[in-house]
């Protein structure tokens, strides 16, 4: 067989590799052949999704066959990845759980597939779910991970399935293993908790523009029975509170971030303390270290209840919200 790469020809052996009409014993053959030029192995598995025959066993294993030829050389496999890892939400389980070893096999160039485990853990599915977390629990250990960055949230997410859940704690327990330094992996949400408070009929916002922080703080409050209103920035809470206070209406608490695009926290904080002075509606702030001066100054001038660094201690954020609602608490 000849090794020419041209995208005519790698389609060419794909159709015949993987093709209704290919016997076993000939795509047994063909694949001997691809083995030996990783050039033309690559191109057959990119045009693999264009095909058919890729939901029967036999072709499924050698798929597996020909991506596990590729792994001691990264480089080459790494590209393939974008079209290779979808499979995980749509195929069986042998073929989900063995690109998921082949992932594993790769060391930190796997980090690429972060992002996908990110998506396989929002799917529906409790297989893809599980394949997802298995993949982070891998990636945790590698320092350039961000795992541990959204690992709460995470967790928070998928407090639904439990061997999810015990993956993605076993992971925050690698994370505190490998960076002593992540407060998020110190933190982990393993036993439930929340806060000993009842906030039946508080009204809550929720100022984040990042979506896994306010999903996470908004999950937390709702088990506490809290009424959450979310903004994805100042701008938008602003345009929120302006119309509920202007109706007569009002919110228990307002939680809010500092660095936001369109109207940073700050600014919310100067406008709604601005307009509406004779309202003392408690307001707790999300700040990153470097903001920790600005927060304190709006501690002093503004009236915030208290001020939180990021990344947030669960335990800590449990004790802001205890203090603000005290004759709520167990």
């Known amino acids: 067989m000849s090794t020419n790469t041209s995208f005519s020809h790698t389609l060419e052996i794909a159709r015949e590799f993987f093709g209704g009409n290919t016997s076993i014993e000939r795509a ?32 499924q294993k050698m798929l597996i066959d020909l991506l596990n030829s590729l792994v001691a050389d990264p480089q080459q496999i790494i590209p393939l990845l974008p079209s ?96 002593a330094s992540c407060n998020m992996a110190t933190n982990t949400v393993t036993q439930n908790q929340s806060p000993k408070t009842d906030l039946k009929d508080k009204k809550i916002m929720i100022v984040d523009d990042d979506p896994q922080i306010r999903a996470l703080l908004s999950n937390i409050l709702k088990r506490c029975n809290a009424d959450i209103t979310e903004a994805q920035n100042g701008r938008e809470a602003a345009d929120i509170l302006d119309a509920v206070y202007g109706s ?48 304190l100054t709006a501690l002093n001038k503004y009236q915030i209840k208290s001020y939180l660094i990021k990344p947030v201690p669960i335990s800590k954020f449990y004790s802001s919200i205890n203090s603000v609602f005290p004759q709520n608490t167990a």
């Open 28 to 59: 047994e053959q063909i694949l001997s052949e691809l083995k030996k030029s990783q050039s033309l192995c690559c191109g057959v598995i990119r045009n693999y999704l264009t095909t058919a025959n890729y939901l029967h066993l036999e072709w």
């Open 84 to 179: 290779i890892l979808p499979l995980i939400s749509a195929s069986s389980d042998y073929l989900r759980d063995e690109i998921v070893e082949i992932v594993k096999k790769l060391g930190e160039e796997s980090l690429i597939c972060e992002h996908f485990s990110y998506g396989f853990l929002r799917n529906n599915k409790p297989e893809v779910k599980i394949a997802g977390a298995k993949i982070l629990l891998h990636l945790c250990q590698f320092k350039k991970s961000t795992f541990c960055q959204n690992l709460i949230a995470l967790q928070e997410q998928n407090s639904g399935y439990p061997e999810v859940h015990e993956l993605l704690q076993q992971a925050g327990e690698v994370c505190l293993k490998n960076h």
């Open 248 to 295: 007569n209406g009002y919110y228990d608490l307002v939680i809010t971030d500092l660095r936001m695009p369109v109207l940073n926290g700050m600014h919310l904080i100067e406008h709604f303390r601005g307009k509406f002075p004779e309202v003392s509606t408690p307001i707790i702030i999300l700040t990153a270290v470097k903001d920790k001066d600005i927060a």
